[in-house]
């Protein structure tokens, strides 16, 4: 029998007793041996739910009972949950968590730890939720220099991003939907401000440089500002609006962001739409895979939790995780990065496009029917330093700006 306690009952913890509970018998198939759900922890009592015979307020019970072989972490946020990880794997407990922030703050670190007491810190839903893609550079693809991963890491902003191209809706509008279908937390500002995306796309960026990438030093934009004026302007051009959050790898340096971008219909992320997450992967000899699924979710999460801890149970006392080491990789400037641009500007066409052009270079109008006293333009390919020198002499006519991929 392989026992485990699950830290926090809440969306996840749930999920994660309900999988176990509903595919139990193909879990204990996988692994060899039986699944034993010994404790929960929570602050909270359920009563009239089966899960109180096995629910503790104590953390002490869990970390002192040695008959507990995995920690499965779904709490969230950095502490206790920090607290909660590190004993366990110092214990001799391997640790499963989807847990975002906790990973790409201390990955590393905990990382290191399992290794050295030859245990697993395994952290699949982190990122994509139940969209295997940890294990697949971990495992599949470590033949590979990974050269780009770029993926759409949030489903409450695909969601709505969605929703204003297809409908013509104004973000307000769209965001107190979501909210209102449980798409959107009360307090948006993770999901909207790109927060959730970035955590995400510095433990893939960890990952595949084998060093530590901060999240804090990744530039990040969410989508508060775009409008349905700008939606209007996608589609004149054929394209769409995407949250990218993306990290490409020339030579030893390595570029990373997470902003909205405009794709064109060729581009392998341009139908992920709704709810859905998607990842695109390059490497240097595998060339180009794409990972898609749910990308959130109570099931789809717990889903990608209970893999971790079959994975962790097959392999009790042998390390299977690649590392990153905890010295800092110091992500390069995006001043440096080139590519296209898309600019609406206020004003005449006829009178600022020779001021335009003198500025950005030869540039491609774009125009909107029904949009009056503004018109939108696509730069050439350019450094983003030189299209921040170029839009300054703009600064009051420029309405927006949004980053052309590909």
């Not at 990973?103 to 290794?115: D, R, T």
């Not at 960026?205 to 990744?218: A, C, K, N, P």
């Not at 893999?307 to 080491?325: F, G, Y």
């Amino acid at each position: 029998m392989v026992n485990i306690a699950v830290l926090g009952y809440g969306t996840v913890g749930s999920g994660v007793v309900e999988v176990i509970n509903t595919n139990g018998k193909q879990i204990n198939q996988r692994i060899g041996d039986e699944l034993n759900i010994k404790y929960v922890l929570d602050l909270r009592d359920f009563p009239g739910d089966p899960v109180q015979e096995v629910i503790t307020h104590d953390f002490e019970d869990i970390i002192q009972d040695d008959e507990v072989e995995i920690v499965v972490e779904v709490m969230g946020g950095i502490e206790p949950a920090y607290t909660f990880v590190k004993r366990s794997l110092l214990a001799g407990k391997s640790v499963a968590t989807s847990n975002k922030a906790l990973v790409a703050k201390h990955g590393a670190e905990l990382l290191s730890i399992a290794k050295e007491k030859n245990i697993n810190f395994l952290f699949e839903a982190s990122v994509g939720g139940g969209i295997p893609i940890i294990r697949p550079l971990n495992s599949s693809m470590t033949a590979d220099e990974i050269e780009e991963i770029t993926g759409i890491l949030n489903g409450t902003t695909n969601y709505m991003l969605t929703k204003m191209f297809y409908e013509g809706a104004d973000y307000d509008d769209v965001l107190k939907e979501a909210q209102a279908n449980g798409f959107a937390e009360r307090n948006p500002e993770a999901d909207v401000e790109g927060y959730d995306a970035c955590r995400k796309i510095a433990i893939l960026s960890s990952l595949i440089s084998g060093r530590q990438v901060d999240f804090e030093d990744i530039y990040t934009e969410g989508i508060t500002k775009i409008t349905a004026e700008d939606m209007k302007y996608a589609k004149a051009m054929g394209m769409t609006i995407k949250l990218l959050a993306s990290s490409k790898r020339e030579d030893q340096r390595m570029y990373a962001l997470v902003a909205p971008f405009l794709l064109k219909p060729e581009h392998p992320l341009y139908s992920v739409n709704g709810v859905f997450n998607a990842i695109f992967v390059h490497g240097n000899v595998l060339g180009d895979a794409m990972f898609y699924g749910s990308g959130a979710g109570k099931l789809p999460t717990a889903s990608a939790v209970v893999a971790d801890v079959v994975d962790a149970a097959k392999h009790l006392n042998r390390n299977i995780m690649t590392m990153w080491a905890s010295d800092k990789l110091e992500i390069e400037d995006k001043a440096d990065a080139v590519r296209r641009f898309f600019v609406r500007m206020s004003g005449d066409e006829n009178e600022m496009l020779p001021k335009v052009e003198k500025a950005f270079g030869k540039v491609e109008l774009i125009k909107v029917e029904g949009l009056e006293n503004e018109f939108g333009f696509l730069t050439g390919e350019m450094m983003e330093g030189a299209y921040d020198i170029c839009a300054r002499r703009f600064e009051n006519s420029i309405l927006h700006m949004i980053r052309v991929e590909g």
